[in-house]
């Protein structure tokens, strides 16, 4: 192996674990800005302020409600169909003819595993 290729591997690395840690730290900091979040709307909520726009400085923060649409999963869709296809055959049938026209593409990645304390697990 060159020595150009055995860098761009540890430089790899190096750039995946500071990835991981960064990964890990916004995770925490999206719980927390949800938790605020559900704490700030209840306040506006129960004091009448859905209406006001409060000014950051940097930005404005308003209140707004949103509808979330569930996943489309190929659960749902059996259950959908079955509520509109009496027989079940026909359902399953369509069902693997949506799975069996999905589009695939081969890609090129690297995987890594780690060792820990004698046994190999990937990440």
Known sequence: MSSE???????????????????????????????????????????????????????IITFCEKNETQSLTFTYLEKCLAEIIPEKDRVQQIIRYIKDKRETKKTTDLRRVFHTSGNETEE
């Open 5 to 59: 290729f055995q860098q761009n591997m540890r430089k790899w690395a190096l750039l995946d674990n500071k990835i991981r840690e960064s990964n890990a730290e916004i995770k925490t900091m999206r719980t927390e800005r949800e938790k605020l979040a559900t704490t700030i709307c209840d306040y506006m909520k129960t004091n009448g302020l859905q209406n006001k726009k409060i000014n950051t400085g940097d930005s």
